[in-house]
Structures are given as structure tokens and as C-alpha cells.
């Protein structure tokens, strides 16, 4: 009977690379598409309820919420369903809520299939990157995560170039066939994700040693050799750190007085906080509205504003090829420190440059190009920081036990961080002005104490080490500490990954673990 070849080793990351960056660019393209259809004038004469700003706003940022209340859906369905059930559920959701999108002629069918489609991108895009962070080598597990985060950005760029290429058109196919174009996504995830193991870690969790190690093994490319030394080391280690989370797991109640031994609440606070922080950056604001906001605010023509937020779009992809090769080279707490700088920057420039062309009209044309100029360079910013860092960060920092729960609980907080920003952001412009940037622009700054203060680096570690970081009553200003802070792998983590493997090997359960 015919049947697939199993792909392991590099072949096998790329399957589930294709399948982690393809979901990202689906999350990129949704938030993408519909700034264009808002302006459409054929989406506009079947909705024209949307010319209500506040309608308008719940008719962006209920997909938001939808996926808000997906991630908290993936918070429990994550590790009960496993990684790969876990993406199938949330590719079922998005068809459906797109093709309710595609056929929609009245207001509440709009709003339903968006929700819907919102919620299975809660859930792939709190899945995806755990998914993807637990089967990399720590390696290059940055710059994979990285790359599926780097697809959210192609995403955003083929929305807004397919947006401009239909401009002209002034019939349902400009704002249909975006929608549509949606199905492309999860036609391809589905067609990579069968060839795909399931997290040898998730397996472990579930006390499924034996086909950890098939999974391991396909992964590093030794099925055929599953007696190998590393790839047994690296499964002890694994296994040895879940036997101590698990040894020294608290009661729910501990985890929230701050109490357990690997400091659970600490770790998810630190996830969802860098969320947070990107969602409170601005960037929903901009790419949902952003040719709104270049005509409303800068005063440039409707067919001018798509064309610049065609080309924006691909700064933000160049900034995201670039923040590749940064995110392990320089690290994530410097790669944020510089974000919180440079972002809050070009907000401050362009709520001055707002306010004087409110004063001196007649100069408002030659600060209208400074204040799009800023727009552009936030993009560059943001995509070499926030947009990508926060990702990786949530995918890595969390206990294992812990890591579907907290990735979830993270991207919910960004969900409904987008969901309040979104809805808010056509009113905060119409009735505050330049205000509305200065605003975000304190959002930023904001961010330099809280990073450095608070964030130890997860650079160059592996995913066991983090234990090693919030192990008994490290401190929760991490400055000072150059363990916690430095970019290079410290040498006591190195030496606690070869007590974990000498203790794995010498216990009589791990001795005989693998055979179950």
C-alpha cells in the first residue's frame, strides 16, 4: 500500500517550519486584510453601518476578541489534545469563519464569521510557536521561532499589496477576494501538518516515553539509531527536568503567592507583559487603520494612502529579515531596550509634527511627509524589536509543565490588548488628535525601566535552563545579576545540564523508562 515518506532530520524542521511560518503569515494576513475593505466602496454600500466609528471599530477588533477567547480555549486544550490536534481544531475554525466572511451580505454574518475565525487563530497562534520552540534545537530554536514571526510580517504585505493591486476595482472582488484569499493558509498547513511528530516534551509530559524517543530521534534524524548517546543524553535531560518540576510542583495556590520552586506566575507574568507591551506599542493601530489614519491625518489621497501602506509594509518585511539575524547575535533584552527607545521615538516626532500642522496650516504638506516618515521608521523599529521578540520570549521562558498554559495565557493578553487598541483607535484620533500618538509614544518609554529591570535573557539556552534561571528565590530585579543577563550560555548551566544527565542515568526509574 502506498504511503508518504516520514521526513526526519532537517527535512523534517523544514515541515514544521512551513507549518509554524505558514499559520503565522494567515495570523499576519487577517490582521492585514480588512483595513482594506473598511475603505472599500462596494463593502461599504452592503455595510454601511460601518461609517459609525464604533462600529467600525467592533467590526475590526471582534476577530480579536475571538481569538482572545480561542487562546483562552488552547490554555486547557493544549496539553490534553497535544500540539498537532491542537492546530487541526484551529484550521477547522478558520475555514469556517472565513468562508461565513466571504459570503456575508448583512452586518451580524460579517461579525459572527469573524469571531469564529478569530478564535481558531487564538488557538494556532498560541500553539504554533510552543510547538515549534519545543522540537528546534536551542541552536537555532530563535531563529526558527523568528522566521514563523517573520511570515506574520509576508502576511501583512500580501493583504496589503492584494488590497492596492484591487483599488481600482469598484465591485464585491475588491473586498471578496481578499477574504477568500484567506483559504490559501490553512490549505497548506493542512497539507504538511500529517507528516509532522508530535513535541517529544509534550509526550513526556503525558508519560509516553517510548515515543518520545521516536519523536526525538526522527527529529535529530536518528530513527534508525535510537540507541545514540546525545539523543538519549538530551532525552534524560528532558526527562529529568519534568521529574523535578514535578517533584517540586505547588499547589495552585503556592503558584500564586509566588511560592512554587520554579516560580510559575513570575514566568507567565513575564509572557504576557511582553505581549502587552507590543499590543500597547501601537502597531494594531497602524495596521488596521493606518490608510485611515494617512488620509484622516496626514491628508493624503485614498489611492496614495494604500499605495504608501503597500510600501510600508515592506520595510516592515525587510526590518523582519534583519531582526533574524539579530535575535540570537545580540539577544532579546537589547533587542527590546532598543525597541522601547526607538518606537516611543518616532511617536514623539510624529505628535509634534501632528500638532504644528494644526498650528501652521500652511506648512502641514511638508509635515505630513515627516509625520508618514515616521510611520515608516516605527515599522523598521518595531520590526527589528517588539514584533518579533515577544514571541520567541513567550515561546521559551515558561516551565514545560507550564508552556501551552502560558503561551496561551500570553496570547490572549495580546489578543485583547489588540481587541481594546483596535476598537479604540478610530475614536482616540477623531477626538484627541496628535494626543493619541504622544500617548503611545509614553507607552514606549515606559518599557525601558520594566525590560531592564525586570527580564532575564533566554538567548542561547536551552529550554531546560530556563528552570535553572527562576530556580528557588532568584531575584526579581534581574540588573545586577550578570547570570541572568547576559547573552552567552552561562557555565552553570552547562554543569547543571550534566548533573540532570548523570541523575537521569543513575535513577533505577529512568533506567527503566524507556521500555514502557
Known amino acids: 500500500m502506498f504511503s508518504l515518506p516520514r521526513p526526519e532530520g532537517t527535512s523534517l524542521l523544514a515541515c514544521l517550519a512551513i507549518v509554524n511560518s505558514v499559520s503565522m503569515a494567515h495570523f499576519g494576513y487577517d490582521q492585514g486584510v480588512f483595513s482594506g475593505a473598511l475603505i472599500s466602496s462596494d463593502f461599504i454600500k452592503y455595510f454601511p453601518q460601518t461609517a459609525d466609528a464604533n462600529i467600525s471599530g467592533i467590526t475590526s477588533s471582534c476577530f480579536s476578541l475571538g481569538a482572545f477567547f480561542g487562546c483562552i480555549a488552547s490554555f486547557t486544550l493544549g496539553d490534553r489534545l497535544g500540539r498537532r490536534k491542537t492546530v487541526w481544531l484551529g484550521l477547522v475554525l478558520n475555514v469556517t469563519g472565513a468562508v461565513l466572511q466571504i459570503s456575508a451580505y448583512h452586518l451580524p454574518q460579517m461579525i459572527v464569521g469573524r469571531i469564529i475565525n478569530g478564535f481558531g487563530m487564538g488557538i494556532t497562534s498560541s500553539t504554533c510557536p510552543v510547538f515549534m520552540a519545543e522540537t528546534s534545537p536551542s541552536a537555532i530554536r530563535g531563529k526558527l521561532v523568528v522566521l514563523g514571526s517573520l511570515c506574520n510580517t509576508v502576511g501583512v504585505c500580501i493583504a496589503n499589496w492584494i488590497n492596492y493591486a484591487l483599488y481600482n476595482n469598484s465591485g464585491p472582488l475588491q473586498w471578496r477576494f481578499p477574504l477568500a484569499f484567506q483559504l490559501v493558509f490553512p490549505l497548506i498547513v493542512a497539507s504538511f501538518l500529517p507528516l509532522l511528530v508530535e513535541s517529544p516534551r509534550w509526550l513526556l509530559l503525558r508519560d509516553r516515553p517510548r515515543d518520545a524517543l521516536q519523536a526525538l530521534a526522527r527529529i535529530q534524524g536518528k530513527s534508525h539509531n535510537t540507541e545514540d548517546k546525545t539523543l538519549n543524553d538530551d532525552l534524560k535531560s528532558i526527562y529529568s527536568t519534568i521529574q523535578a518540576e514535578r517533584a517540586g510542583q505547588g499547589s495552585l495556590r503556592e503558584v500564586f503567592l509566588f511560592k512554587d520552586q520554579t516560580q510559575n506566575l513570575r514566568r507567565l507574568l513575564l509572557s504576557c507583559g511582553t505581549q502587552l507591551m507590543q499590543q500597547l506599542s501601537g502597531v494594531n493601530a497602524l495596521g488596521y487603520y493606518l490608510p485611515t489614519l494617512l488620509i484622516q491625518s496626514v491628508g493624503v489621497s485614498s489611492d496614495y494612502a494604500r499605495l504608501l501602506t503597500a510600501a510600508n509594509s515592506m520595510v516592515y518585511l525587510g526590518a523582519a529579515f534583519l531582526c533574524l539575524i539579530l535575535i540570537d547575535l545580540v539577544g532579546r533584552r537589547k533587542l527590546m531596550l532598543y525597541g522601547a527607545v526607538a518606537i516611543g521615538s518616532t511617536y514623539l516626532v510624529a505628535a509634534v509634527t501632528l500638532k504644528e500642522a494644526n498650528i501652521h496650516p500652511d506648512q502641514k504638506k511638508t509635515l505630513g511627509y515627516v509625520t508618514t516618515a515616521m510611520f515608516f521608521l516605527y515599522y523598521f523599529c518595531y520590526g527589528t524589536s517588539f514584533a518579533k521578540v515577544p514571541w520567541v520570549y513567550n515561546s521559551e521562558v515558561n516551565s514545560l509543565g507550564w508552556r501551552a498554559r502560558a503561551a496561551a495565557a500570553a496570547t490572549a493578553t495580546n489578543w485583547m490588548g489588540s481587541f481594546v487598541v483596535v476598537q479604540f483607535t478610530?475614536?482616540?484620533?477623531?477626538?484627541?488628535?496628535?494626543?493619541?500618538?504622544?500617548?503611545?509614544?509614553?507607552?514606549?518609554?515606559?518599557?525601558?525601566?520594566?525590560?531592564?529591570?525586570?527580564?532575564?535573557?533566554?538567548?542561547?539556552?536551552?529550554?531546560?535552563?530556563?528552570?535553572?534561571?527562576?530556580?528557588?528565590?532568584?531575584?526579581?530585579?534581574?540588573?545586577?545579576?550578570?547570570?541572568?543577563?547576559?547573552?552567552?550560555?552561562?557555565?552553570?548551566?552547562?554543569?547543571a545540564e550534566r548533573r540532570r544527565v548523570e541523575a537521569a542515568g543513575l535513577s533505577d526509574e529512568a533506567e527503566g523508562v524507556w521500555e514502557r
Open 426 to 495: 478610530k475614536a482616540g484620533v477623531n477626538n484627541l488628535g496628535w494626543g493619541f500618538y504622544l500617548l503611545f509614544s509614553c507607552f514606549c518609554w515606559s518599557y525601558l525601566p520594566i525590560v531592564y529591570l525586570l527580564y532575564p535573557e533566554t538567548s542561547r539556552r536551552t529550554l531546560e535552563d530556563m528552570d535553572e534561571i527562576f530556580k528557588g528565590r532568584s531575584p526579581v530585579l534581574v540588573f545586577r545579576d550578570p547570570l541572568l543577563t547576559q547573552r552567552d550560555r552561562p557555565q552553570a548551566f552547562i554543569d
